[in-house]
């Protein structure tokens, strides 16, 4: 039997519930083994921010849902994910653990109430490892923007593990949680997903409530799950998707109905990656779409490339936005000088780090008066345009693909210049700009420098159609 | 291109502080960055309108408000200061005459 830590969600759930008794294993059995492997290896990979002690009340409840449908004569109601470990990205609320983000802005805040999403995981019946580290307030694409160090990417830990949600793709690849839920604003869940070897997806804008989450940009964020296989991430995307009141930019089921069709033709922007993707890169992308057994073509998305700067300017706007809420008052980092207006600067400048206050600066640029109409709004039209181009897009192809990164994981410190790093994430922002459904699956390995590293295909399905990324991303794992 | 000045001045708008040698350090970046966001001048855009977006009114009925003071002492915890039940903060009103 494969290590219990090492089990996907299916698996785990199938032995939680085996009816011969050598083969069956307890909740608490799952949950010391992936707890053992997180603290041995968390001094090493710097995985999870805290570990969090087990929660004996919930292990006891899970156990006993799952022993009550053995001996039900209705069958089964626990839901898969009843005793299942999962690791949560460090800016989703669980009451009365601390939430940071990340940032000494919020070192030391304790959540006052679930998130949605973690509600939704509890009443599943889902239990929590630990918080995962993540770049500060999800500004980065490396997770080396955390004011608690780097963490490094279980392939080679001399690598990031790609960002923001590193830490969630790390704890799921190095298999100290069994499945775990990262968020994304610009491919925060994808691209770790990518350079850490496992599947993540981004589901459409309004159909996971944020209630609870710690905002970034709020017309791009979204909650998703980072897990082993496709079908685990399935089961995870199920259970927290829906409408929530506490979240009205939540959208009702069927809003976008016309979209969920059979995959027959595959369209690449080909002119996208054109002379900046390696030639094993691009070997193992062709040689994925190859395996999806569709008819694959070229398109043409002519607002994709300048789309990157309409993201960031966007990106820096809401931040600066979005970061005005922490000013030392009411909760999180405070600091007192003098006059009130010390105390705003003193906790401000003291909390927020470097990456954080650059953008902060960046986002009062794009919208001071006298630069609003050139950056702001211009980038807000360059996005409607990319959304058209992508609708038009989706009339001759079912299904959009990409390589996820460029590349595979980069060197910590390497790209110490910030717009270096802001043009890894060409690819995936086209997503959040549009707000379509977008998911990262692995495609293989690529060697640098001796190492195997993981990278990832991209697909991209029109809105509310998770469910065709679900069914090609099946057909690409199994003949990997 | 970004000057040191302008740096300070969105700086002091966003309630931030920045050092001497940051403020050199930012100040480059930013001309970098700006000159990449920047390209976007250079794209064509074809009668693009507002987008009415699918979501709109988002709107429910009053309902039931919760008992009184149920969330109180859990977010009490977290104000860096308080009395009782009441956030502190500095005077802001001065009872001295001004000069």
Redesign the interface.
């Known amino acids: 039997m494969k290590k219990l830590n090492e089990m996907t969600i299916t698996e785990a759930a199938r032995a939680l519930r085996a009816e011969s008794a050598s083969r069956r294993i307890s909740v608490r059995e799952l949950w010391d083994a992936c707890s053992e492997i997180a603290k041995a290896k968390n001094p090493e990979l710097n995985v999870f921010l805290e570990i969090f002690d087990a929660d004996e009340a919930a292990i006891e409840n899970a156990q006993k849902r799952i022993d009550e449908d053995a001996t039900s004569a209705s069958g089964r109601s626990a839901p898969m994910l009843c005793g299942i470990p999962l690791a949560i990205k460090d800016n989703i609320l669980i009451e009365g653990k601390i939430v940071s983000a990340a940032s000494k802005m919020l070192a030391n805040?304790?959540a006052?109430?679930d998130a949605t999403v973690i509600k939704k995981l509890k009443d599943a019946g889902a239990l929590f490892i630990g918080r995962t580290n993540m770049d500060e307030f999800a500004l980065g694409s490396s997770t080396e923007n955390s004011a608690f160090g780097v963490t490094k990417n279980p392939y080679d830990i001399t690598r990031v593990p790609g960002g923001t949600s590193g830490g969630s793709a790390a704890a799921v690849a190095a298999h100290m949680a069994i499945a775990a839920l990262g968020t994304d604003t610009g491919g925060s869940i994808r691209c770790p997903a990518s350079y850490c070897g496992v599947v993540g997806l981004k589901p459409t804008y309004?159909v996971v409530s944020r209630s609870g989450v710690i905002a970034a940009v709020s017309s791009f964020d979204q909650v998703g799950p980072i897990t082993k296989t496709v079908e685990d991430a399935r089961i995870l995307f199920d259970t927290i998707r829906g409408q929530d009141?506490l979240d009205?930019?939540t959208?009702p089921d069927g809003?976008?109905s016309e979209n969920k069709k059979e995959i027959k033709t595959v369209g690449v922007p080909r002119n996208l990656f054109a002379g900046i993707l390696g030639e094993d890169m691009l070997e193992r992308f062709t040689s994925a779409l190859e395996k999806t057994g569709c008819n694959v073509v070229d398109i043409e998305i002519p607002?994709a490339k300048?789309a990157l700067?309409?993201y960031?300017?966007i990106n820096f706007a809401e931040v600066?936005t979005n970061l005005?809420r922490f000013?030392?008052?009411?909760?999180g980092h405070?600091s007192?000088g003098e006059?009130?207006?010390d105390?705003?600067?003193?906790s401000?400048?003291e909390g927020?780090g470097?990456e954080t206050?650059?953008r902060?600066?960046?986002g009062?640029?794009?919208l001071?008066s006298g630069y609003i109409d050139?950056?702001y709004r211009?980038?807000v039209?360059?996005r409607?345009?990319l959304?058209?181009e992508f609708n038009d897009a989706f009339k001759k192809v079912d299904i959009i693909a990409t390589p996820t990164m460029p590349t595979p994981a980069f060197k910590i410190g390497e790209k110490s210049?910030?717009?270096s790093l802001?043009l890894e994430d060409a690819f995936t922002i086209l997503a959040n700009l549009t707000g379509m459904p977008a998911i990262s699956i692995p495609m293989g390995f690529v060697e640098r420098e001796g190492k195997q590293l993981p990278v990832g295909i991209h697909f991209t399905a029109p809105?509310q159609a998770e469910k065709m990324l679900f069914t090609i991303g099946n057909t690409v794992e199994k003949t990997l | 291109m970004a000057t040191k000045e302008?740096?300070k001045k969105?700086?002091t708008?966003?309630?931030?502080?920045?050092d001497d040698a940051?403020l050199e350090k930012?100040t480059s970046?930013?001309d970098?960055?700006?000159a990449?966001?920047?390209?976007?001048?250079?794209?064509e855009?074809?009668d693009?309108?507002?987008?009415i977006p699918?979501?709109h009114n988002?709107m429910?009925e009053d309902g039931k408000p919760h008992a009184p003071s149920a969330?109180t002492e859990?977010?009490v915890?977290?104000?860096?200061?308080s009395e009782k039940n009441a956030?502190v903060?500095?005077q802001?009103i001065s009872h001295e005459e001004i000069e």
């Open positions: 805040y304790h006052t109430y309004g009141t009205s930019t959208i809003l976008y607002s300048p700067a309409a960031y300017i600066s005005a000013d030392g008052m009411r909760y405070a007192r006059t009130l207006l105390d705003y600067l003193l401000r400048t927020f470097e206050r650059r902060v600066l960046l009062t640029f794009v001071s050139a950056y211009k980038a039209a360059a409607v345009q959304t058209r210049d910030p717009l802001y809105h | 302008e740096v969105l700086a708008l966003a309630r931030i502080k920045i940051d930012f970046e930013f970098a960055i700006l990449y966001i920047g390209q976007l001048e250079k794209l855009l074809s693009v309108k507002e987008e699918a979501l988002v429910r969330y859990k977010i915890t977290q104000f860096p200061a956030l903060v500095k802001i």
